[in-house]
């Protein structure tokens, strides 16, 4: 997918025309703003906005309130319109109000729900009471005498007594409850209450609390409470009701604030990035080039309604700035996107890496899952995820992971096919690669083959990128590091020569049994070496090794060349031209994990296949069991390693994600 380049545009305009102007660039939604420092424009001083943190804070104030009140579907939408910045006082004193209002309510509720509370638990008390004929007034404090009564264990009935037994007149009175315990009523002269109530607090005394001013009678005392609990109940339908209204007159009014506050955010945070004299502003932002007409016919009508009080110009961007990415991604691509956008975003020189990566990656995924009954699961699961509600999973929106599911789902089948694997069992159907019978597994020359298949892959992957990387430096006239860098066509011949030097070593293979090439003998290669016969060394097949090896020392003379011309110190030269052979032939053994992954899934196949035949029963439990491994935490290893040979293996050839997003200034209040 091509980067759309951008323009940079600058506006000057009187001050008066300032608000109007960020407003209809912000309903045009093509600008992205950037931020000027004084020293830009002479005469000029940044824009000091206070109240953006103010206006931050409040919005998150009147989250806070949604969030708290639940069902938004009362809100009422605001229809009119807000043409200008609203004092963040005026918004604050709405809010405040709300805040207070709906807290106090609830603190009012608060009490009177413990106060019902106690209530209830005091109606309980006094029929515990009165089963034992104790009624309110024989509890309290009289003239010379205390009586409490409260229920304890009774294995601490023998100790309480003995430590009160030390008290002069006091009178315990037990009354059993279970097995463990006990309701005892005690009385003792008020002189010693404070003496009798550290000892109940010490062996876990749990007092009745008896108010003062309740009825002394049983009766009396029990409609005494319904009194309260009724009062209370009344009070708590009116606090409902009014917490209603105050709930219906902020979703009257919410609306508006929210966008108020929306609107007023957006101008102040775009007026932070702007430059200001006594009578002029000026604001500076970026522009794909394919949105200049849209943008230069407003600032044409916006010149005509002002009588010419506005100057704008476009202009490319300096080398020293860095603009942001502009990416027109079709829908199709939107969920490669996402994975790519986890490595980082593409700088506007470089290729965008979104299809080629996206491809590879789905490619890999289902080399490394071959399985045609579990691929269509994954297919199910991301028709699935496509259909849910959720926004995000890891960052990732879930409906484009449900895409990549799809993607993924797709080639594990079509590899299943290939290998003749169907939720695990390999004699469901006869493999379609050619040359493969069910059970190849067990044959070693088919997994050597399939290493092979698996390094063919990393080769060609390598070399895209390193094409790429070519192409990316030819474009921006880098021709120095396109042809003699080591990720440009001196790295690429480096590459390849000791990919074919290899192939010389263990011959080439890619269907058994058809487009074979047999190696060469290493003993005779080496004699004719040492004896500079060029005729042996030249002559099939020994010449697919001596030319490998001529190519290079070709490539390796380019990069040194390379250090050379641009002045490098020799041993940071000794060192890159060390690193890149090193890691080129890591990066191809590397993909030797697309086999083994794919051997581990198989594998499961031929441990079912043994199961069934030692064990029909079990081997079916195993069947089932190692389907859900596969479908979970195997699935989720293998898109990681995928992502890791595309990340690691291919997009550091040519890609370094170092760009920043393209983020037009909107102002959205819908």
Known sequence: MPIIPVKKVTIITFIDHEERLLRELGRLGVVDLKSLKEEEFAGFKKTVVENIHKYHELLDRLRALYEKLGNHSQVKPFTGQIKSKVDPTELELKIVRYEKGFSSIEAKKEVLMEELKRLRQLRESLSLLNKFGIRPRDV???????????????????????????LPRVLIKEFSLSKEESLVMITALRDFKEDVLKVLRALDYREIQIPKDIPGEYEEAIKWIEERVAERKRRMKELEKEYEELKKNFFNEADFIEKALKYSYSISLAQSKMLRS????????????????VLERYLREFREK??????????????????????????????????????????????DPTLISGLLWTIMFGFMFPDLGQGLVIMFLGFLFIKMKRNELMGIPIKSIGKLLIGAGFTAAIFGALTGDVFLLEHVIEPLWPGLTPGWLEKASNVIWLMKIAIYFGIIEVSIGLILAMYT????????????GE?????????WSMVLAAFAFIGLNVIPGIFEFPGVDISGYIGALFAFNLGKLFAWPEITLTLPLITLIIGVICMIMKGILEREDISLTLGMLFETIISLFSNMLSFVRLAGFNVAHVALAVVIAKMLEASPNMGLAMLLGLNFFALTLELIVVMIQALRLVFYEFMTKFYRGTGEAFRPFRITIS
């Not at 990416?327 to 986890?342: C, D, F, I, N």
């Open 278 to 293: 006594k009578m002029m502003v000026v604001l500076q932002g970026w522009i794909p080039e394919d949105r200049l007409d």
């Open 306 to 351: 002002t009588e010419g009080q506005i100057i704008y110009t476009f202009s490319d961007p300096l080398p020293h700035e860095k603009p942001p990415t502009v990416l027109r991604t079709p829908k199709l691509l939107k969920a490669y996107l996402s994975l790519v956008r986890q490595y980082g975003i593409p700088e506007p020189h470089e290729t």
């Open 140 to 166: 309290g404090e009289f003239a010379h005498i205390f009586v409490i009564v409260g229920i304890m264990r009774k294995q601490d009935i023998p100790r309480l007594k003995e430590a009160l037994g030390m």
């Open 487 to 495: 990720k440009g066509l001196a790295g690429l011949i480096t590459f």
């Open 473 to 484: 430096n030819l474009k921006h006239g880098h021709v120095i590091e396109a042809l003699l």
